[in-house]
């Protein structure tokens, strides 16, 4: 069936660096990548995104990245901050004939140490 | 701005019976809103996508006759979980997003759900 394996489950950097997360989606049918970040105790937020016809896409200090072919997508952070500390989650979304779904990583905790 | 709300925050029920749960999007106009479910330290789930005005598009999998899903204004969405049994006691989150921005979405707190 369908699944997204994402890497590392956690990932500790210092500030300043730069903090990348892979996800790989089983499903060539996938076209909508979604990446979302969820500090400690309080809501997600749906930090980028980025459609199949697009194969990067940046918004400040993180971007996204897909390669269709290999079927994976990454999110790098650059210049972490102690604040980019939360988990992170990918998503990866299809549409068949059954409908739409879409298949969450599991998670990446990400510490950025002052 | 952009603030979305939810009540309740906290509800424990009975198993079999009903339980609604609102979305509010208290300083804008959303004309979608996203319904999740979030396991204790657990991923993210969404269960379906509502339009204002329209049925409610359900991910597979997700039982639409015991989640019903109503978005009848611009500023209101409800979830209703119909015979509530203890594997639903879950945190529901919802968010919304403004009429033209695609790219955003805006989160509420969520509502912890305990079915007993």
């Known amino acids: 069936g369908e699944n997204v394996e994402q890497h590392p489950s956690t990932l500790s950097v210092q500030e300043g660096d730069s903090a990348v997360i892979k996800c790989t989606y089983s499903d060539s049918a996938s076209n909508y990548f979604p990446w979302y970040k969820q500090e400690l105790g309080k809501r997600p937020q749906l930090i980028i995104d980025i459609r199949s016809n697009v194969g990067e896409k940046k918004d400040q200090r993180i971007a996204v990245t897909l390669n269709k072919t290999a079927k994976h997508f990454s999110l790098h952070i650059t210049e972490t901050q102690p604040e980019d500390s939360a988990v992170y989650f990918c998503a990866a979304r299809l549409q068949n004939t059954g409908g739409f779904k879409t298949i969450f990583g599991a998670g990446t905790r990400l510490f950025v140490k002052a | 701005g952009a603030v979305v709300s939810q009540h309740p925050s906290r509800v424990i029920c009975k198993s079999g019976t009903s339980v609604k749960i609102e979305c509010r999007s208290l300083d804008f106009q959303a004309t979608t809103m996203f319904w999740y479910r979030q396991f204790p330290k657990q991923s993210l789930m969404l269960m379906a996508t509502?339009?204002?005005?329209?049925?409610?598009?359900?991910e597979q999998g997700v039982e639409k006759d015991k989640f019903l899903i109503n978005h009848a204004s611009l500023t209101l969405s409800t979830l209703t979980v119909t015979s509530a049994h203890p594997e639903d006691s879950s945190f529901y989150i919802c968010s919304a997003r403004k009429a033209g921005d695609t790219d955003t979405q805006y989160f509420g707190p969520g509502t912890r759900l305990t079915v007993l």
């Open positions: 509502s339009n204002e005005g329209s049925k409610a598009t359900y």
